[in-house]
């Protein structure tokens, strides 16, 4: 466990939220690739992902924890302090109002199914990530992260795209296979990357966090 918080953790955690906030921002719109119906954030979710795997690789399912849920507090706020920016009375010079409320009203509907689809996968992704290292000790980096976003983007998209999207006209359930195969491809893609940050996380921090005695309680923030 890392006792002090190094500056590479920070940026690491920086980073992840900033992915996580942009991607809800994002998300809002829905691509079409031909017959593939997909949110647009579907290339940025996967970075979520591959960062939280960087976070417990290296500093264990602790740390993704606290990141995981720091990344859910800040979400919160941005999507707060957006409904404030909706609300306020706009200047009679300013044409932007509709287009603000289009991009940044985010129903209840919407906030539900993204912040719900957000903890579980996320914490999914975290357990496996972490149970698997210590069941292959340490190795098959590739098994780890690809395996672990498999389910964990599994439950992420199953929950997000059913909840935010089903009774759309253009809700089809084949979009949460398309979504989720995207998100598997990208993450494979990134394997490379992956294991990169990790080595060279894991060299300058001299640590390489095994969770063999750790409390899998997502809601144990403080432990």
């Not at 264990?60 to 919160?76: D, H, M, P, S």
């Not at 999914?124 to 976003?149: C, D, E, H, P, Q």
Request: aromatic share 16%; with cysteine.
């Amino acid at each position: 466990m890392v006792m002090n918080v190094s500056h590479r953790l920070v940026m690491i955690t920086a980073i992840f939220v900033t992915v996580l906030i942009t991607a809800n921002i994002v998300g809002v719109k829905v691509v079409s690739f031909g017959n593939f119906i997909l949110p647009a954030a579907v290339v940025l979710f996967p970075l979520s992902y591959i960062f939280g795997d960087i976070l417990t690789e290296v500093y264990g399912y602790r740390w993704a924890r606290k990141v995981i849920w720091l990344g859910f507090f800040c979400n919160l706020i941005f999507v707060l302090f957006a409904w404030v920016g909706q609300i306020l009375p706009p200047a009679p010079l300013w044409e932007g109002q509709e287009a603000y409320e289009s991009i940044l009203g985010y129903t209840p509907r919407l906030l539900v199914a993204s912040f719900s689809g957000y903890l579980a996968g996320e914490f999914v992704n975290s357990f496996i990530l972490a149970k698997m290292k210590i069941l292959t000790r340490g190795r098959w980096l590739w098994s780890r992260t690809i395996g672990s976003t498999i389910v964990g983007q599994g439950l992420d998209t199953l929950i997000f795209i059913t909840a935010a999207y089903f009774g759309a006209p253009f809700f089809v359930p084949v979009m949460i296979l398309y979504h989720w195969l995207a998100k598997i491809i990208i993450e494979t893609i990134a394997t490379p990357f992956t294991y990169v940050v990790v080595n060279f996380l894991k060299k300058k921090e001299a640590i390489d966090t095994y969770d063999s005695e750790t409390n899998f309680n997502p809601f144990l923030i403080s432990g």
